[in-house]
């Protein structure tokens, strides 16, 4: 069994930057792939980013490109999500979930599906408004 617990969202304006974390507990952290799935307003979820267990990394929205960054700190069991210049479609609820089936080893080439992945956490919520 892996938890899994977002914190750091908040209201934050145009062009601002916020940092999300995603605390592990339990066995075999090392074992997953780890992505932030970003749902917006009305919208099904989507996977933005993935790091696997050497930190290594896979973009799988477009748009975050050259704004946000995905890091691993497995010394903590921690991964984060650095978020600058923000826009008002980056709001929604962000949520860390982990992806087994490579045993950690990659992350998918493309974003897995929700049923997908083996854990998910309870999510944080992002406003950018001004």
């Known amino acids: 069994q892996l938890q899994l617990v977002e914190s750091g969202g908040g209201l934050v304006q145009p062009g601002g930057s916020l940092r999300l974390s995603c605390a592990a507990s339990?066995?075999?952290?090392?074992?997953?792939?780890i992505a932030w799935v970003r749902q917006a307003p009305g919208k099904e979820r989507e996977g933005i980013l993935c790091?696997?267990?050497?930190?290594?990394?896979?973009i799988y929205e477009d748009s975050v490109k050259g704004r946000f960054t995905i890091s691993r700190d497995n010394a903590k069991n921690t991964v984060y999500l650095q978020m600058n210049s923000l826009k008002p479609e980056d709001t929604g609820v962000y949520y860390c979930?982990?992806?087994?089936?490579?045993?950690?080893?990659?992350?998918?080439?493309?974003?897995?599906?929700?049923?997908?992945?083996?854990?998910w956490g309870q999510g944080t919520q992002v406003t950018v408004s001004s």
């Open positions: 790091t696997d267990s050497s930190g290594g990394y896979t």
């Open positions: 979930a982990a992806d087994g089936r490579s045993a950690g080893y990659y992350c998918a080439d493309y974003a897995p599906r929700t049923f997908e992945y083996d854990y």
């Open positions: 339990g066995l075999s952290w090392e074992y997953y792939a």
